[in-house]
């Protein structure tokens, strides 16, 4: 994922690939701030795009890469899909000023770079719009397209150099002159001495986190298992005071669980 933010930085590689991808051709390309984080006032999440470039009609790129298919293990749901949808709404936030109107809203394409096939239909892209249920005909224009490319993927019609593209991500094979490039430029930033700094202080930056998301797991842990204890000895009879000595709950929280289990 480093890696690619980097190789996706080279306006060359970038140009080429959703030109290969689209099918258009475009004169040039102009990045916004990579991986630039989008946190709106009303909101405390914020998320990190990793490439959004913009092209010479106002068509805006948003190339993401996914490694994992994530599962979010308290609704054992994918991410991924509301993942793209969450994506969509802040970067449509963030490219419209404050008090324009919202026909000022430029096209967007949120492309992520799948190293496996989330539908299992085995595609080499899956391509979304919106489009009415009722009339599969119309399609609603607001110039928004989610695209999952899947490097796994068997079926379809794609380029040759989006081919190649696939092979190199899954297996490092250089089979064109467009791989050539990527595979030169990885080579270059593996020597480069400041890109090694870079990567070892964001692997330091990630740790830290994991570290920290850990410690916070087990908290939230404990505490759930302190108030499933607490259910259990209200159900054999004990006293909030008793309760809240063996669970080392504050008093309060315990008598408010017992009005909660009082109310069922």
């Known amino acids: 994922d ?10 060359r590689i970038c140009k080429h690939l959703l030109e290969e991808l689209l099918q258009i051709e475009i004169a040039d390309i102009n990045y916004l701030e990579a991986e630039k984080t989008l946190e709106p006032e009303y909101t405390s999440r914020g998320i990190r795009l990793d490439i959004i470039v913009a092209d010479d009609k106002n068509t805006h790129y948003n190339l993401e890469m996914q490694v994992k298919n994530n599962k979010n293990p308290d609704t054992d749901t994918y991410v991924l899909p509301k993942r793209s949808r969450y994506y969509q709404a802040l970067l449509d936030i963030d490219l419209l000023q404050k008090g324009q109107p919202y026909d000022l809203l430029p096209p967007t394409f949120i492309i992520f770079i799948c190293v496996f096939d989330f539908f299992e239909h085995g595609n080499y892209v899956y391509t979304f719009k919106k489009r009415c249920l009722e009339n599969l005909e119309l399609e609603l224009p607001d110039e928004a397209t989610t695209m ?14 989006i081919k190649s593209f696939y092979d190199y991500v899954n297996n490092h094979i250089v089979t064109t002159d467009f791989t050539k490039q990527i595979d030169d430029e990885i080579s270059y930033l593996k020597l480069d001495t400041k890109v090694r700094r870079e990567f070892m202080l964001m692997e330091a930056r990630l740790l830290d986190e994991r570290r ?27 006293s909030v005071q008793d309760i809240a000595t063996a669970t080392s709950l504050p008093i309060e ?5 017992q009005a909660e289990q009082a109310c069922r």
């Open 148 to 161: 999952l490319l899947n490097t796994k993927g068997k079926h379809g019609d794609i380029s040759k150099d």
């Open 253 to 257: 929280q315990v008598e408010a669980l």
């Open 2 to 11: 480093f890696i690619f933010k980097k190789v996706m930085s080279r306006k």
């Open 212 to 238: 920290e998301g850990i410690a916070e797991g087990k908290e939230i842990g404990i505490a759930k298992e302190k108030l499933a204890t607490a259910k259990r000895l209200f159900s054999m009879g004990l």
